[in-house]
């Protein structure tokens, strides 16, 4: 009996340092985007929450409107790039914690 609970024991274990990682790998997602001429550059974290934003003088030459679009689709492009991060993460997880 002391074995097997010896092995369940090890299992849990197993099983939260894999949902410690995946944890402090999601807490530390942070993805950077460029717009194609670098006047915009954003970065989101793991929820995609803007946590940085600069703009060079030469963006902010421009109509407020413009601007605030060309803002909005470059945190669209970093929101592709947080989802397909956080889905790597996600399947990793996945595959660790069922053969942990």
């Given amino acids: 009996?002391?074995?097997e609970?010896?092995?369940?024991?090890?299992?849990?274990?197993?099983?939260l340092r894999i949902l410690q990682r995946?944890?402090?790998e999601l807490d530390g997602l942070r993805v950077?985007?460029?717009?194609p001429d670098g006047a915009i550059r954003?970065?989101?974290d793991g929820v995609c929450a803007l946590v940085g934003l600069t703009l060079t003088p030469a963006a902010c030459r421009t109509d407020g409107a413009v601007l605030g679009k060309r803002i909005v689709d470059v945190c669209a492009v970093a929101?592709?790039?947080v989802q397909v991060r956080r889905g790597a993460v996600m399947e990793r997880f996945h595959t660790d914690f069922a053969a942990g």
Wanted: aromatic share 0%; hydrophobic share 40%.
């Fill in 1 to 3: 009996m002391s074995e």
């Fill in 42 to 44: 954003v970065e989101l």
């Fill in 79 to 81: 929101a592709r790039e």
């Fill in 32 to 35: 950077a985007v460029s717009s």
């Fill in 5 to 15: 609970m010896d092995r369940i024991e090890a299992r849990a274990h197993d099983q």
């Fill in 22 to 24: 995946t944890s402090a």
